[in-house]
């Protein structure tokens, strides 16, 4: 199964139109979504690791896949 986790922070004002992208895309498609903000440890951790410098990034199984609002589009070829 395909998991997507999404990059995030309350003080992005893109961040919203990622995350409500993601969720219409979750009731359409089978996947396992995660929303992780950036200003937690596990954001921190996840920064560190991928080397991210803008929000919001979708990472998909373990692969930066987009950063800022994702192309519906393109993510829902990604998924179907």
Do not use: C, S
């Given at each position: 199964m395909v998991k997507v986790t999404l990059v995030h922070s309350e003080w992005c004002h893109f961040c919203p139109?990622?995350?409500?992208?993601?969720?219409?895309?979750?009731?359409?498609?089978?996947?396992?979504?995660?929303?992780?903000?950036?200003?937690?440890?596990?954001?921190?951790?996840?920064a560190s690791k991928f080397n991210i410098r803008s929000i919001p990034t979708t990472i998909i199984d373990?692969?930066?896949?987009?950063?800022?609002?994702?192309?519906?589009e393109k993510a829902s070829n990604i998924l179907g």
């Open positions: 139109a990622a995350k409500n992208l993601w969720r219409e895309l979750k009731e359409k498609y089978d996947f396992e979504y995660e929303e992780v903000d950036l200003d937690t440890p596990e954001g921190k951790e996840l373990d692969e930066i896949v987009f950063v800022g609002v994702p192309d519906r």
